[in-house]
């Protein structure tokens, strides 16, 4: 690209830049000292509003461009994703949205606790909370260095590096300064953008086939170089019985991981009511539905239209690929309408990648001060402090982030999500539906079923070929992987549930029926909910 076109796409990113941290700044002036107007922005959003803020939570960089990259390379198999996040809503309609607003207040920890020994949950919870968190943001800080490479057209490591900590410094200064209330503001205006540019860029694609998807699907095989293999299941996952246990372990994670993801359970809480929580997950449902249906055909259309080889030249995981359709789309590089879409696009992107780590790095912020910072303190102090360890908590959360998005800058950016969706369906999953739903659940179940599933999570991927023994691990001049998949979920998820059950049964405290009975008629009712 010129460096007239990349003006134009870094000035319209600044424009989106500059808008959201207007709101910030208009927020930041409104009372931000009590917990409640931090956490959950004074519980005052509509069904609807809030429906877009989940929406824009739940599209990431890791759908927008991991998804369609995979789809774009690995055809029939990268749709694993998208039926994934699909059905997971399903989960969380059913499983969790009104559940988890009427018996919490801010965290998961919440939820759980309301029936155990708070200090030991707590801390366990918000571990757990943390620990997705980060990984989920990784992700994130992996498409914003794909982004601004493809954008200024430099792919060197330094400028990778700086588009990573200048997206980690804009978040701190979303969630410290603006708390809730800016952050699902600035998620309403990333979903609104990024539901326009998938909407237009779908359009385009089909006028360019003339609305002929088996054309478009022929095409896409031919110039994938894998012919009417791409269209059929196994070109991914069904080499060896590895790859296949994979597909089931991917498969696991992504339909119970999304309701176990600390940022989208605080969703709903920022709502008056459970049945405006519901009607939330409804409206998020369809936004979200209508969204994965055309990542689909962009996945497919990057393959028909540039070609499978130039989507891996560009970036080996595919995470570029919906911007390279963008600009071909448009009249290809060095026109001026494929520059315009290119930068439409790409500052789309960035929107979207701003908006989720702002609503990530405020759910982790508040797990550390609220459960970890709460239950570690000797004293009850005023809740403004609270806040205020919010606050630095957002701060040190986006270093980590940082270092660790630079550290995985050539992973796909869904397959960093897959691994943060299994670390949440393997923890927090299983102790959130045991407190809700089992009546003799007792503190060491629930500290156990949290570590149960933590720890050989990440023990699993740190043994897997994600972190050594490959050519695209972390680490590719070493070999310590004794754990051949790269997502641990089908062996994880059910230890998590296996260690809440025997830490349960092994344990000499007696639930308590009372707090049960409270749990229950609050969960169904609502009774006595905040």
Not at 273 to 301: D, K
């Amino acid at each position: 690209m010129t460096r007239h076109h990349q003006a134009l796409a870094l000035l319209l990113f600044s424009g989106f830049v500059a808008v959201t941290l207007g709101i910030t700044t208009w927020v930041s002036r409104r009372r931000q000292g009590s917990a409640e107007e931090f956490y959950a922005g004074g519980r005052l959003f509509s069904p609807m509003e809030n429906g877009f803020a989940i929406a824009g939570d739940y599209m990431s960089a890791a759908s927008f461009l991991g998804v369609t990259g995979l789809i774009a390379l690995y055809g029939y198999d990268g749709m694993l994703y998208v039926v994934g996040f699909l059905v997971a809503w399903l989960v969380v309609l059913f499983l969790a949205a009104e559940l988890v607003r009427n018996c919490g207040r801010f965290t998961l920890a919440d939820v759980v606790a309301a029936r155990m020994d708070e200090r030991p949950v707590r801390i366990a919870a918000g571990t757990s909370s943390v620990t997705v968190s980060v990984l989920y943001l990784v992700a994130q800080m992996v498409g914003a260095g794909s982004l601004v490479a493809l954008l200024l057209g430099r792919t060197s490591g330094a400028d990778q590096a700086w588009a990573v900590i200048g997206v980690g410094a804009l978040m701190v200064i979303y969630v410290s300064l603006g708390g809730m209330r800016a952050t699902t503001w600035i998620q309403i205006v990333k979903a609104v953008l990024l539901l326009s540019g998938t909407i237009a860029l779908t359009v385009l694609l089909l006028l360019r086939f003339y609305g002929d998807i088996d054309r478009l699907l022929v095409t896409a095989a031919d110039r994938s170089g894998h012919g009417r293999a791409y269209l059929a299941p196994g070109l991914k996952y069904g080499g060896s019985w590895t790859a296949r246990l994979d597909f089931i372990s991917l498969g696991l994670a992504l339909v119970l991981g999304t309701a176990g993801l600390p940022h989208i359970l605080s969703r709903f809480y920022t709502v008056p009511t459970a049945r405006a929580a519901r009607r939330s997950a409804v409206w998020s449902i369809g936004l979200i539905g209508g969204f994965y249906l055309m990542t689909i055909v962009l996945g497919f259309g990057a393959a028909a239209v540039v070609g499978t080889e130039a989507v891996r030249g560009s970036n080996a995981a595919g995470n570029t690929a919906v911007p390279l359709l963008a600009l071909d789309l448009g009249g290809g590089a060095g026109s001026t309408g494929g520059t315009v879409l290119f930068a439409i696009v790409a500052a789309v992107a960035f929107a979207t990648i701003l908006a989720v780590v702002a609503g990530i790095t405020l759910a982790s912020s508040a797990s550390v001060a609220h459960d970890l910072y709460a239950s570690l303190r000797r004293s009850r102090r005023k809740a403004h402090s609270e806040v205020a360890v919010a606050r630095w908590a957002a701060v040190g959360i986006g270093a980590a982030a940082i270092a660790l998005g630079l550290l995985a800058r050539d992973l796909n950016v869904a397959f960093l999500v897959g691994l943060a969706f299994a670390v949440a369906a393997s923890a927090n999953l299983p102790v959130l539906l045991y407190s809700l739903f089992w009546r003799g659940f007792t503190t060491r179940g629930a500290v156990w079923a949290v570590y149960g599933g933590l720890i050989p999570a990440l023990g699993l991927v740190l043994l897997s070929p994600v972190v050594s023994g490959s050519p695209t691990s972390l680490f590719p001049d070493v070999d310590f992987q004794y754990f051949p998949l790269q997502n641990p979920g089908i062996v994880s998820i059910p230890l998590g549930f296996l260690a809440g059950w025997l830490g349960t049964i092994t344990s000499d405290e007696v639930a308590d029926e009372a707090k049960y009975a409270e749990t229950e008629v609050r969960s169904l009712t609502g009774a006595g909910a905040v």
